[in-house]
């Protein structure tokens, strides 16, 4: 946020406004330049839109409630891991960065000694690469598990690294903030786990985890499949044996 000693509050809304609008601006041009398909299916955009809202409104109901930045760090982890199932590696770095940036200005007010500014950023930008480039595909059920302990690795480390150059910070204190970030990074992991088959249906895609659930003959399609058509069914099964 912008800070002076005679301004306005008003005044500084407006310019946090102006802000908000350009980066938005600049993330629309960037979905029409590398994924025109979500401009041309207006339900992914939808979807798309009421992820970012959903997380900045998250990040900003911790920080308001709780007075916490950890929030924003969880939030940017959780949309690096939805977009790299829906995305490829770049369009995924590319938003993330974009909501880093929204993430910082969200993130207020916080406790003295907690992450702000461009310590948030960069503590946030170390979350969202690590699952971009840790996530190609969930193969297993436990892929997303150590892509997340990966992440709230690398934030832990962040953080603080970050915190010490805080000049007057104790190191209990820049210990149990790294350890709110490391641990919001990884219980979104699991919440995200819990939650994709509701990511698969939201953004109409199918991992090697959805793939599995065709191996289940006990499914009621299945059953059916297994006395209409045994050919397809046993199709279904060899798919699902392959995932």
């Known amino acids: 946020s912008f800070k002076g000693g005679r301004q306005s509050p008003y005044f500084v809304l407006i310019l946090n406004t102006v802000v908000v609008v350009l980066i938005s601006l600049a993330a629309a041009i960037y979905i029409g330049h590398f994924q025109k398909r979500i401009i041309k299916n207006h339900a992914r955009a939808i979807v798309l839109a009421g992820l970012l809202i959903l997380l900045l409104t998250a990040t900003k109901l911790v920080a ?6 950890c929030g924003a760090t969880g939030s940017t982890v959780t949309l690096a891991i939805v977009l790299s199932l829906a995305y490829n590696q770049r369009f995924t770095i590319g938003m993330s960065i974009f909501f880093c940036i929204l993430g910082t200005f969200a993130a ?10 461009i310590n948030l950023f960069l503590t946030m930008c170390a979350g969202a690469v690590t699952c971009s480039f840790s996530l190609k595909e969930i193969r297993t059920r436990m892929k997303l598990l150590k892509v997340s302990a990966a ?3 690398v934030v832990f480390i962040s953080a603080l690294a970050l915190n010490f150059l805080v000049e007057g ?3 209990a204190d820049v210990l149990r ?3 709110y970030h490391a641990g919001a990074t990884f219980l979104m992991g699991l919440l995200i786990q819990s939650l994709l088959p509701l990511i698969e249906k939201g953004f109409r895609i199918s991992t090697s985890m959805t793939l599995l659930d065709y191996s289940d003959a006990n499914q009621p399609l299945l059953k059916r499949l297994a006395m209409e058509a045994p ?6 099964l060899l798919i699902g ?3």
Do not use: D, M, R, W
């Open 231 to 236: 050919g397809t069914f046993s199709h279904s």
């Open 108 to 117: 207020v007010p916080v406790n003295e000694g907690q992450l702000t500014g």
């Open 64 to 69: 308001f409630l709780f007075k916490y930045s």
């Open 151 to 153: 992440a709230a690795t």
């Open 241 to 243: 044996s392959i995932a």
């Open 177 to 179: 903030n790294a350890g």
């Open 169 to 171: 910070s104790a190191p």
